[in-house]
């Protein structure tokens, strides 16, 4: 009697055991899932275009904001040939998948008349705080063609925040106070996007695995596509070369 009793407990814990151990792989694939991740570097081949000088003159709070000239330069190449402000998304393999945008704002700052970043990428209806970070009112003037248009004055200390519903890559924005005033933002429908830093570096986090089309898309220079395949847990790497 007490041999069936042991018996009847040892099936017991191993149904239960059998029970429970089915959760942990699935969370471990669920792991494996979020990590992975493609990375690599847009490059510049040639000879980038001569910067051309920022007339600033129009408003003298402009041009205190700096010790000497100001030249911007729209194909922006590190000394190894890496190119800046290059976004680089997923175009294609989500499907009708819905992703919830992050509750934290992108932050666009006007700061010496200029926009920092040049180029900035948020998901769709994640909130833009455009800060005023300079000592004169600017403006901020989005012209989008698939979201709604808007134009907002902004004192000095005021912050701004708005949103876009719809992906759009990328709209063009403008502070009409001061006409040499240029950025642009990118707006997608799901988080798996970048913008390259001085290098040309980007990195495309945490992707389900997959086949996918990766573009990269420049203001001057057009736009790219490659394929490329990601498996679960891994890393993948993928560059890209632009030309003028």
Known sequence: MKTNKIAQLALLAIAWFLLICPLTPSVEAESAEAGSSVAGTVKFQGTPPKGTRMEMS?????????????????????????????????SDGFGDKAFPPPSQPMVLEQKGCSYRPHVVALQA?????????????????????NNREWNKIQPPGMPVEESFAREEIAIPVKCNVHPWMKGYVAVFKHPYFAVTDKNGNFTLKDLPPGNYTIKAWHEKLGTQS????????????????FRQ
Request: charged share 15%; hydrophobic share 40%; net charge negative.
């Open 58 to 90: 129009a408003d003298p709070n402009c041009t205190k904001a700096h010790p000497g000239p100001v030249i911007t330069q729209d194909i922006e190449v590190s000394a190894a040939g890496g190119l800046e402000d290059v976004v680089v998304y997923v």
């Open 125 to 145: 209806n994640q909130k833009l705080e455009v800060v005023n970070a300079d000592t004169t009112t600017h403006n901020i003037h989005p012209m989008p063609v």
């Open 226 to 241: 490659q394929m490329v395949t990601v498996a679960a847990g891994q890393s993948g790497k993928i560059d890209f070369i």
